[in-house]
């Protein structure tokens, strides 16, 4: 059975504090892996897809990459803004989506 | 362009009663996928439907079952609920079923009491 666990469960950071989520997975052949944002009550927000070891995908203050076990998601010099709850996914040979329970970062000014 | 819409966004039932949820995907999407996502985690895959037909199947109980009509929006029917069935009820879309992104909508959040 495919497993995916995130790392911390929760994240505190002060303003520009620069800090890494951890994703490992466990796979019967990956297809994809996705990280999403959700915010209290949304549905989530698509921000990255990786599809093989060594690639990386940067959009504004956050950085995913991805190895054969794991992926990180970097948030450099964080803003209160991006205060949310960060999902990680994989997608096996099945094509569906197994989710971890996600990291809540909560970033202060 | 409008993205994924779900109808409607907040539902109280009591034990024992059906509910229908409803889904449209982002224009030009074929493919339709259903979750479940309980406080505090991640979403739970419930189904997935292209071009009407079935992909893919959870682990779910065969009180949940959905359909995908001509114009690709969807229908998510839970019968018999339970208290455990409360949850907030995502769909999301992608262009085709395989090895596509996902984009999820807002949710409807049930509440069974």
């Known amino acids: 059975e495919d497993q995916v666990t995130q790392s911390p469960e929760a994240l505190r950071l002060q303003e520009g504090e620069s800090s890494s989520l951890n994703c490992s997975y466990t796979v019967s052949g990956l297809r994809g892996l996705f990280w999403y944002r959700q915010d209290p009550g949304k549905g989530p927000e698509f921000l990255f897809t990786?599809?093989?070891a060594g690639e990386e995908k940067e959009k504004e203050r956050l950085k995913a990459t991805l190895t054969k076990k794991e992926s990180f998601l970097h948030i450099t010099a964080p803003k209160p803004e991006d205060s949310a709850t960060y999902l990680c996914?994989?997608?096996?040979?099945?094509?569906?989506?197994?989710f971890g329970a996600g990291t809540t970062v909560t970033v202060r000014a | 362009d409008a993205g994924v819409t779900q109808s409607p966004t907040h539902l109280i039932k009591t034990r024992g009663q059906q509910v229908t949820l409803r889904c449209s995907p982002i224009s030009g999407h074929k493919s339709v996928s259903w979750y479940q996502q309980v406080l505090g985690q991640g979403p739970q895959f419930i189904f997935q439907y292209y071009e009407k037909e079935e992909r893919g199947r959870g682990n779910f109980p065969d009180r949940f079952s959905a359909r995908q009509f001509p114009n690709y929006s969807s229908e998510l029917n839970v019968n018999a609920l339970l208290l455990g069935d409360s949850a907030l009820y995502l769909c999301?879309?992608?262009?085709?079923?395989?090895?596509?992104?996902?984009?999820f909508g807002p949710g409807t959040r049930l509440l069974v009491l």
């Open positions: 996914a994989v997608q096996a040979n099945d094509y569906k989506l197994s």
């Open positions: 990786l599809y093989s």
């Open positions: 999301a879309s992608s262009l085709e079923w395989k090895g596509e992104t996902q984009y």
